[in-house]
């Protein structure tokens, strides 16, 4: 048995790792800081070991491996003490490459926006169209209640993210992962604490599309230019999805339903039939058609395709219903990017065409606490009726790069929409409690845990 140890354990995929390498026979422990659900539950449910914070001590001296995370850098006294003993170290992508994919037929879901819901998607496919896969998550994907999944089978679903591997290796973590069937639904800027510009994501997604191999398969998502332009790059056949004319895998006439939203499927240009999925919005559509182009590949038949689609059961804090109080609707969702935020307050217009819109904000990724995405910002939340951004989580940026709340906020006034900063949690749920009223929908949007307040609201709506 091998005795490891991650440090930045808490981290969806660090934990989604441990519980891996633990259902694997590895003996396995960690560190990290700010542990909140989802992920610590799968650590606590998995029996791992967690330390919260950092320590020299955590380092023993059986130790075979430690796995060490992006979100660490040299002066972690746990990374220091690493380096100082000469223990054997790598990275997250590197471990989950050496130990899972070197054998697998290696189904990588990239780009800047969906990779989560079209991971679970598509192993989802896979699993109710016979296959018997593995999969490894960035959330918790309810139809198996974990964000990862063992398989027997030969293929291995994997979410690529283009976020760098670790202290020591700045190059995007999806460049380890050996894919055979690739997808890149689209390109925009992102990570801006380490791309300096569009050009440069571009440039890790095309060193991405040239390992897929001449027998492998890239999908590209046809309404994305960027993720269009990767083509030309291609030593692979190359299939695109989307709802542009043209796309291999077009859908069209969409419209929502009771259960989520129904769609026709042009197939190479010919009616393929009618489907479903249990999801809101166009984006949650073209996640839809890319996962049923990788299970096509994969061997699964269009008919199986369209019950399994049906029964798929969504991901955790994607748009996710968290409960109600007064008849107000309160709903979770990790948007942090300006397209991702517009996308789902999109989704949730088409399906409350009357009720009013409250946008909760927390700007608490690397990128959103940068005044870089101010004016996309404006214009993501303009279909909100109401719009509450909360303080910047990264506090510690200069003020002159630092986004201003504030700003953004005058922004909006000054278009005509209903928005105000309030800074903290308490005055969030106070202001809310105080102003929605029935048939009012909440979405509360961040990328962390926010301290609670999906919780903290339904208990005061519900008091």
């Excluded at 989802?124 to 593995?134: E, K, Y």
């Excluded at 798929?312 to 948007?335: S, T």
């Amino acid at each position: 048995m091998k005795n490891v140890h991650l440090i930045g354990v808490c981290g969806t995929a660090m934990a989604t790792l441990a519980a891996m390498l633990k259902r694997r026979g590895y003996k396995v422990a960690g560190s990290d800081q700010n542990m909140y659900p989802p992920m610590s539950d799968l650590l606590v449910a998995e029996g791992i070991r967690t330390f919260e914070g950092f320590a020299p001590e955590h380092i023993t001296s059986d130790l075979d491996l430690v796995i060490v995370g992006n979100a660490i850098s040299r002066g972690n006294p746990e990374l220091e003490e690493v380096l100082d003993r000469k223990i054997r170290y790598c990275s997250l992508p590197e471990m989950v490459r050496d130990e899972f994919l070197w054998g697998a037929r290696s189904i990588v879901i990239a780009g800047t926006h969906g990779k989560t819901t079209t991971t679970s998607l598509a192993a989802w496919l896979l699993v109710d169209g016979g296959a018997d896969p593995s999969a490894l998550i960035g959330g918790v994907a309810a139809n198996f209640d974990a964000s990862f999944r063992l398989g027997s089978g030969r293929d291995f679903v994997i979410e690529g993210d283009e976020y760098d591997s670790a202290f020591f290796d700045k190059t995007a973590k999806f460049l380890k992962y050996l894919p055979d069937i690739a997808v890149v639904a689209n390109v925009e800027f992102d990570h801006a604490d380490i791309y300096p510009d569009l050009a440069a994501v571009l440039l890790a997604f095309r060193r991405f599309v040239n390992l897929v191999p001449r027998s492998g398969l890239l999908v590209l998502g046809a309404d994305s230019d960027q993720a269009m332009s990767l083509k030309a790059g291609a030593r692979c056949r190359v299939e695109t999805f989307g709802l542009s004319d043209g796309a291999d895998w077009q859908g069209c006439d969409l419209a929502v339903t009771s259960t989520g939203t129904a769609f026709r499927l042009r197939k190479n240009g010919r009616l393929a039939g009618e489907f479903e999925v249990p999801l809101l919005g166009a984006h949650n559509v073209r996640n839809a058609l890319a996962a049923m182009a990788v299970a096509t590949a994969a061997g699964v038949s269009l008919d199986r395709l369209r019950p399994a689609l049906r029964r798929f059961q969504g991901v955790k804090r994607r748009l996710e219903f968290r409960g109600a109080g007064r008849g107000v609707l309160v709903y979770d969702d990790f948007a942090h990017h300006p397209t991702a935020i517009a996308e789902t307050l999109g989704a949730l217009r088409l399906g409350n065409p009357k009720g009013r819109i409250w946008a909760i904000f927390e700007p608490r990724s690397a990128t959103s606490c940068l005044k870089v995405f101010h004016r996309e910002f404006v214009e993501a939340f303009s279909p909100a009726d109401e719009t509450i951004i909360a303080a910047v989580f990264r506090s510690q940026i200069p003020e002159e790069r630092r986004l201003s709340p504030e700003e953004v906020v005058a922004d909006l006034r000054r278009a005509g929409r209903q928005a105000r900063y309030v800074p903290g949690v308490p005055e969030i749920v106070e202001v809310v409690v105080r102003e929605a009223r029935a048939g009012d929908v909440v979405v509360i949007m961040s990328n962390g845990g926010f301290d609670r307040i999906h919780d903290k609201l339904l208990d005061a709506l519900n008091d």
